[in-house]
C-alpha cells in the first residue's frame, strides 16, 4: 500500500500515527512517498528530507521511503491534512479515520483509534542519557507569556540534570529570553533518527511546539508544553503531558480539557 505524505517534519511526523494504524489494521506494511509541495512554508528541504528518512524508515510497519512522485498504485493521499491543518492535532488524527473510511481500498476495514493512546515511534533508549531533563525552544508558536512561562520552569528544574536540545542561533535565544544557560546537549545534526533516541532516551521534554515535541508525542514521553496562543494545535492528552499555560480563551474555545 503506498501513501503520500505532505508537510514539514513534524507534520509527517503527527501522520505517522495514522500511518502505523492503517498498517497494522491492514497487515501491510506501507510504501511511504513524501512529496515536496509548492507551497513556500511547507517546503521540505533536500537537507530536511535526508534527515527525516532514517527516523521514518526506521518503524517496522514501514516498508519503504521514497521521494517524489506517486504512482497510480497510491491508495491513501495526505493532501487532506492542508484543508484542516490548523485543527488540534490530536482532533485532526482521529477524525483523519473519516476520510480513510470512504477510500475504496480501505473501506471494509475498522480502525480502532484508541491505539492513539500508544507510541507511534518506537526506539531503543540510549542508556547514557537516561538522567537527562531535555529543553527545546524555537522562535515560533509562543504563548502570550512565553518569559514568565520559561522563568517559571527555570525555577522548578534548574536543581535537576537539564540540557538544552536544539540549534545553536535557539540555545542562544532561549538564554536571552529566560536567562537560564543550559548547557547544549548535540546529537549529530541532520539526523532525526538520532534527535528521536536521545528523545526516547530522556526523562522528560519541555519545549514549546517544535519539531521534538512532535517526536515526543510519537514517543508518548513526559512532556511539559508551552502552548501557541495564536496556534494551539499540538495538544494530546495524556497522563504525561502537562499544559500548564492552558488557560486562555483560545484553548478553551477549541473544547480541550487540559492539566
Known amino acids: 500500500m503506498q501513501i503520500?505524505?505532505?508537510?514539514?517534519?513534524?507534520?509527517?511526523?503527527?501522520?505517522?500515527?495514522?500511518?502505523?494504524?492503517?498498517a497494522e489494521t491492514t497487515q501491510e506494511p506501507v510504501d511511504i512517498v513524501i512529496t515536496p509541495t509548492k507551497k513556500s512554508n511547507w517546503?521540505?528541504?533536500?537537507r530536511a528530507i535526508a534527515s527525516l528518512v532514517p527516523l521514518v524508515s526506521s518503524q517496522n510497519y514501514v516498508k519503504s521511503v521514497s521521494v517524489g512522485d506517486t504512482t497510480s498504485?497510491?491508495?491513501?493521499?495526505?493532501?487532506?491534512?492542508?484543508?484542516?491543518?490548523?485543527?488540534?492535532?490530536?482532533?485532526?488524527?482521529?477524525?483523519?479515520?473519516?476520510?480513510?473510511s470512504e477510500v475504496e481500498e480501505l473501506s471494509n476495514y475498522e480502525f480502532d483509534v484508541s491505539d492513539l493512546k500508544k507510541p507511534w515511534i518506537e526506539l531503543e533508549p540510549?542508556?547514557?542519557?537516561?538522567?537527562?531533563?531535555?529543553?527545546?525552544?524555537?522562535?515560533?508558536?509562543?504563548?502570550?507569556?512565553?518569559?514568565?512561562?520559561?522563568?517559571?520552569?527555570?525555577?522548578?528544574?534548574?536543581?535537576?540534570?537539564?540540557?538544552?536540545i536544539g540549534l545553536?542561533?535557539?540555545h542562544k535565544?532561549?538564554?536571552?529570553l529566560s536567562e537560564w544557560n543550559l548547557p547544549r546537549y548535540r546529537p549529530q545534526p541532520g539526523n532525526?533518527?538520532?534527535?528521536?533516541?536521545?528523545?526516547?532516551?530522556?526523562?522528560?521534554?519541555?519545549?514549546?511546539?517544535?519539531?521534538?515535541?512532535?517526536?515526543?508525542?510519537?514517543l508518548q514521553i513526559p512532556v511539559v508544553v508551552e502552548v501557541s496562543y495564536c496556534l494551539p494545535d499540538c495538544i494530546f492528552l495524556r497522563n504525561n503531558a502537562e499544559y500548564p499555560c492552558v488557560k486562555?480563551?483560545?484553548?478553551h474555545s477549541l473544547g480541550l480539557n487540559c492539566n
Not at 493532501?79 to 480513510?100: C, G, I, T
Not at 535565544?173 to 536571552?176: E, G, L, P, S, T
Not at 521534554?205 to 521534538?212: F, R
Open 168 to 170: 545553536k542561533n535557539e
Open 4 to 22: 503520500r505524505v505532505f508537510g514539514k517534519s513534524g507534520d509527517i511526523i503527527y501522520q505517522m500515527a495514522l500511518i502505523k494504524i492503517l
Open 192 to 218: 532525526l533518527l538520532k534527535l528521536a533516541t536521545t528523545l526516547a532516551s530522556c526523562q522528560k521534554l519541555i519545549s514549546n511546539q517544535s519539531c521534538c515535541l512532535a517526536i515526543a508525542n510519537a
Open 173 to 176: 535565544k532561549f538564554i536571552d
Open 126 to 164: 540510549h542508556p547514557k542519557i537516561k538522567e537527562f531533563l531535555l529543553v527545546n525552544w524555537t522562535g515560533r508558536y509562543q504563548s502570550l507569556s512565553s518569559r514568565s512561562f520559561w522563568k517559571e520552569i527555570r525555577s522548578n528544574y534548574e536543581s535537576q540534570n537539564v540540557r538544552f
Open 248 to 251: 486562555n480563551h483560545r484553548l
Open 43 to 46: 517546503q521540505l528541504t533536500k
Open 73 to 100: 498504485s497510491t491508495v491513501v493521499d495526505m493532501k487532506f491534512w492542508f484543508d484542516r491543518r490548523h485543527e488540534p492535532m490530536a482532533n485532526l488524527v482521529q477524525s483523519s479515520f473519516d476520510y480513510l
